[in-house]
């Protein structure tokens, strides 16, 4: 469990230095370049995922915290599909990215909360609920950051039916790929 919670707060730290400590940043981005910095941050977020990985699945035993109701099973998924359409959205000109601000973030707090409906064992509670409160308090710390929202012009029709299907082949590759990536079969 230890190596789960160390991996959860590695990868919230390192994705809050940009917006809570951009003198860090801008230090490391001195002795190191811009090119180190990015190296340093994409080494240190993949040992935050293999911590995260190792320690969920060296924790045989986590005890259950609450019982999550089945009738949430579907509505959850739906949950997830929805938070892997506004994250493609993200990297996309996309109409969803005029009504949310960070897609990305935002994608990524509705999977974890998903997960929190479908998962009420301790190791899930710290890893979905961690990775969500992350997610919520980065949007903070960049709205601080970056003040007023200039929204995007919205693209054609086409480009959203492209979103779309995208996001679609996201859910279904990663549908496929949970059982191994987890242990959990999805259905």
Do not use: C
């Amino acid at each position: 469990m230890a190596l789960l919670v160390l991996g959860v707060l590695l990868f919230a730290g390192v994705h809050f230095i940009p917006s809570l400590a951009p003198g860090i940043k801008a230090a490391w981005v001195g002795k190191l370049g811009e090119n180190g910095f990015k190296g340093v941050f994409s080494l240190l977020l993949l040992a935050s995922f293999g911590l995260m990985i190792f320690g969920w699945r060296n924790t045989t035993v986590s005890p259950l915290l609450y019982a999550p109701p089945l009738a949430l099973h579907v509505p959850a998924l739906m949950l997830v599909a929805l938070g892997f359409l506004v994250m493609v959205a993200a990297n996309r000109n996309s109409r969803i990215r005029r009504f949310i601000r960070h897609p990305q973030l935002t994608g990524v707090a509705m999977w974890g909360v998903a997960h929190l409906l479908l998962n009420g064992d301790q190791r899930s509670v710290i890893l979905f609920g961690g990775i969500t409160l992350w997610a919520i308090g980065e949007m903070f710390a960049i709205n601080r950051r970056d003040g007023v929202w200039v929204k995007e012009a919205p693209p054609g029709w086409g480009a959203e039916v492209v979103t779309v299907l995208i996001a679609a082949v996201v859910v279904g590759v990663l549908v496929s790929i949970h059982p191994l990536l987890s242990g959990v079969p999805v259905w």
